[in-house]
T-cell receptor
C-alpha cells in the first residue's frame, strides 16, 4: 500500500519555465512533508519542507503548497534551470518519538530541464 | 551529504555471504536511519535508531540487523545475502529537533 504517491515518473520543462511536481498521500496522520532532490550516484539532498499547519512555504525559487483536504502537495520551481534536472522525492512523516521521525517516501519524479 | 560517511561505496557479494555496511556522522545528532532504494520503489526504511543503544524496525527489516554502539556510528549487517538485497543503501541522520534527514552518499550492493 503506497501511502505517498508521485504519479508522474518523469517531467520535461523548458529552461526558464515553471516546473510543478505533484505528490498525493493517503495517511491522514501525516503532519510534516519534505521534498528531496537526488542526482545520480549521490544521496538525496533535502530541499524544502512544510508543516501541516501551513499551506505554503517558500525558499528562493522553490515553493511547496499543501492542500490538506485533498491530501495533495506540490513543489513549484520558478524559473527552472538545467541544474534542477534530477529525481525529486516527496516524503511524509507521522511518527514523532521526540528524537526520531519515520519518513515515508514517494517513488520519485525525474525532472529534465531542457535548454 | 557533508557529515555522513558510508563505507564501502560499492560491494559485490555472492548469495549467502555476509557483510556490514558502515555509517558514521560527525554532527552529534541522536537519530540515524538506514534506507534502501530500488528502481520504481522510492526509499524504504530498513531500521532506525532514535538514540545510542536503541534500534527499531522500519518498513523492510527482514534479512538485516543493525548495531548502534555509540552516538557516531550505525551499522547495517546482512548475515546471509540474497539477490533480493541488491540495492543502493543510504544512511541518514536527523537534525535534532527537526524532521529533516540528511543522507550519506550511498553504498551500491550487488548480490549474485
Amino acid at each position: 500500500d503506497q501511502q505517498v504517491k508521485q504519479n508522474s515518473p518523469s517531467l520535461s520543462v523548458q529552461e526558464g519555465r515553471i516546473s510543478i511536481l505533484n505528490c498525493d498521500y493517503t495517511n491522514s496522520m501525516f503532519d510534516y512533508f519534505l521534498w528531496y532532490k537526488k542526482y545520480p550516484a549521490e544521496g538525496p539532498t533535502f530541499l524544502i519542507s512544510i508543516s501541516s499547519i501551513k499551506d505554503k512555504n517558500e525558499d528562493g525559487r522553490f515553493t511547496v503548497f499543501l492542500n490538506k483536504s485533498a491530501k495533495h502537495l506540490s513543489l513549484h520551481i520558478v524559473p527552472s534551470q538545467p541544474g534542477d534536472s534530477a529525481v525529486y522525492f516527496c516524503a511524509a512523516s507521522a511518527l514523532w518519538t521526540g528524537t526520531a521521525s519515520k519518513l515515508t517516501f514517494g517513488t520519485g519524479t525525474r525532472l529534465q530541464v531542457t535548454l | 551529504n557533508a557529515g555522513v560517511t558510508q563505507t564501502p561505496k560499492f560491494q559485490v557479494l555472492k548469495t549467502g555471504q555476509s557483510m556490514t555496511l558502515q555509517c558514521a556522522q560527525d554532527m552529534n545528532h541522536n537519530s540515524m536511519y538506514w534506507y534502501r532504494q530500488d528502481p520504481g520503489m522510492g526509499l524504504r526504511l530498513i531500521y532506525y535508531s532514535a538514540s545510542e543503544g536503541t534500534t527499531d524496525k522500519g518498513e523492510v527489516p527482514n534479512g538485516y540487523n543493525v548495531s548502534r554502539l555509540n552516538k557516531r556510528e550505525f551499522s547495517l549487517r546482512l548475515e546471509s545475502a540474497a539477490p533480493s538485497q541488491t540495492s543502493v543503501y543510504f544512511c541518514a541522520i536527523q537534525t535534532t529537533g527537526t524532521y529533516e534527514q540528511y543522507f550519506g552518499p550511498g553504498t551500491r550492493l550487488t548480490v549474485t
